[in-house]
């Protein structure tokens, strides 16, 4: 497959940038619109980005906007788009300062060994994140996209590394992070569902902040859809602060058939 240009922008209609891993993995390109923050530009920049967006074949399209902002929000749904999820913001502000908890299952990095078990965990543990959420988007390909994630993570393919808990020799659980100078940055946490309902994700939380002490991390940020809130109030629990929430909101292309498994397609047969 041949990918698009990776962004198209200008100063007046903010800039559409093509997800790049999002479009190998799905086969057909998808972008992300960092939109004005005028609401009255928000339907005259679409209607000027859609041309190109139609040519280059792009079938899916997000974009973020504060949830605050019901203006803005109002416009971006006049140019087409839908909310498909509601994002916190939170993390510690003091990771040295964070009192420990006492944690039962041990943390390590993940190895080469680990990705057979590690990706077949990430194929089906996620229910919720934006492309889950989604009606009109296959599960086949939100379930892979994870999958994929966490290989690209552990492999070197993107930034970021995986740590893992086990309980009895199984993967329990894992969460992949990037880390920047005295930054780290959560991209995903994960608990395998054999262990649903257990004290996984506590142990996996706590021990993390254990592991970034010794290793001068002074801060942590993440975001968690809203749908979680068991996973929201863990990380309250353990000293997280909560900063901001956005709507996310996605546009589909007309050009673009709604999924054979998705919950809409019996409509469409």
Same mark, same amino acid.
């Given at each position: ?21 999002? %479009? ?25 980005? &859609? ?13 973020? $906007?504060? @949830? ?10 006049? @140019?087409?788009?839908?909310? $498909? ?12 300062? %964070? ?13 080469? /060994? *680990? ?14 994140? +934006? ?7 296959? +599960? ?12 690209? @993570?552990?492999?070197? +393919? ?5 740590? $893992?808990?086990?309980?009895? *020799? ?35 939380? @706590? ?7 010794? /290793?001068?991390? /002074? ?16 990380? &309250? ?26 919950? &809409? ?5």
């Amino acid at each position: 497959m041949t990918l698009p240009p990776q962004a198209i922008n200008n100063e007046k209609d903010g800039e559409l940038t093509v997800l790049m891993m999002d %479009t190998e993995i799905f086969g057909f390109p998808v972008a992300e619109w960092a939109l004005p923050m005028e609401a009255n530009r928000v339907v005259p920049a679409w209607s000027r980005f &859609l041309p190109r967006a139609d040519e280059l074949q792009i079938r899916l399209v997000s974009c973020r $906007v504060p @949830a605050h902002n019901s203006e803005l929000l109002a416009a971006v749904q006049k @140019a087409g788009f839908r909310v $498909v999820d509601c994002m916190v913001s939170l993390g510690l502000r003091n990771v040295q300062r %964070t009192p420990l908890d006492p944690v039962p299952l041990p943390l390590r990095e993940a190895e080469n /060994r *680990d990705l057979e078990e590690l990706e077949a965990i990430a194929g089906k543990a996620f229910q919720t994140g +934006r492309y889950h959420l989604d009606p009109l988007f296959p +599960r086949a390909l939100a379930d892979k996209r994870y999958a994929v994630w966490v290989r690209n @993570a552990l492999t070197g +393919r993107m930034p970021g590394s995986v740590l $893992v808990v086990e309980h009895e *020799d199984t993967i329990a659980g894992f969460l992949v992070q990037k880390i920047d100078g005295d930054h780290c940055q959560g991209q995903l946490a994960c608990v395998n569902p054999k262990f649903k309902h257990t004290i996984v994700m506590h142990s996996l939380l @706590a021990a993390h902040t254990a592991w970034l002490q010794p /290793r001068g991390i /002074r801060k942590t940020t993440g975001r968690i859809s809203i749908g979680l809130m068991q996973a929201i109030n863990l990380n &309250l629990v353990l000293h997280s602060e909560l900063r901001q929430a956005e709507y996310v909101l996605h546009w589909h292309s007309i050009h673009y058939p709604v999924g054979k498994d998705s919950p &809409l397609s019996l409509a469409h047969e």
